[in-house]
């Protein structure tokens, strides 16, 4: 019999009975299921998530996404190019960039047999970048993330930097990289609901929320 790891068992204990302290509140929608599933697994809890973004925000003096920054535009899905145009022609922030941020999952294992079984989930729907972190108290976390990013500076100090045509082009290349995304978390999505369906005969339908054309 595997011996059991006291670190995860307090960890699934303390994530099943604690509520969600992200800056959002919730886990993003086109994960849902997802995350609900993972944490029904014996040998898996999630830690914290990201479903993937397209986000506005005023830089601050701070590296940091999280301090010294004001968000003007947070979304898990595609936007429409000519609403981000009219919402930036009535603001007055500066030092303004367009981001997007793939989908992240940090998933910590029960054992390295638990930790394999999902990177390898990861690695073929396309997440090659994937891997596990040892803690110091036998912890394992895996790290489920893509690469593909964008981050294109807006303004500066004395306002918009590009005109309203370069805007669409790069809200427009946002998009496509959050279809992208979205598909790439379908396919992780349903390799990782086949660890499941391959010991039970039960059918798991899952649901097409690309949201892309």
């Not at 989908?103 to 910590?108: A, K, S, W």
């Not at 590009?162 to 790439?184: G, T």
Request: proline fraction near 2%; hydrophobic fraction near 35%.
């Amino acid at each position: 019999m595997a011996k059991i790891n006291p670190i995860f068992v307090r960890k699934k204990e303390s994530v099943a009975s604690s509520t969600d302290n992200s800056r959002k509140g919730n886990i993003d929608e086109p994960i849902v299921e997802l995350i609900d599933f993972i944490n029904g697994l014996e040998d898996y809890v999630t830690t914290s998530s990201c479903s993937g973004r397209i986000i506005i925000l005023k830089k601050g003096e701070e590296v940091s996404i999280k301090k010294g920054c004001k968000w003007i535009l947070t979304s898990h899905e595609v936007v429409d190019p000519n609403q981000v145009v009219d919402k930036l022609s009535t603001c007055v922030e500066k030092n303004m960039i367009l981001k997007f941020e793939p989908f992240i999952l940090h998933v910590q294992c029960r054992n390295v047999t638990a930790a394999k079984k999902m990177q390898d989930c990861a690695f073929n729907a396309g997440y090659r970048n994937s891997g596990s972190v040892f803690g110091r108290q036998g912890s394992i976390t895996l790290a489920v993330r893509g690469t593909h990013g964008l981050e294109v500076p807006l303004s500066d100090e004395t306002g918009l930097i590009v005109s309203n045509e370069y805007i669409k082009y790069v809200v427009n290349k946002a998009n496509e990289k959050m279809c992208e995304n979205l598909k790439r978390i379908d396919s992780f999505s349903r390799a990782v609901f086949g660890m499941k369906v391959s010991t039970d005969t039960q059918e798991i339908e899952i649901e097409d929320k690309t949201d892309c054309r």
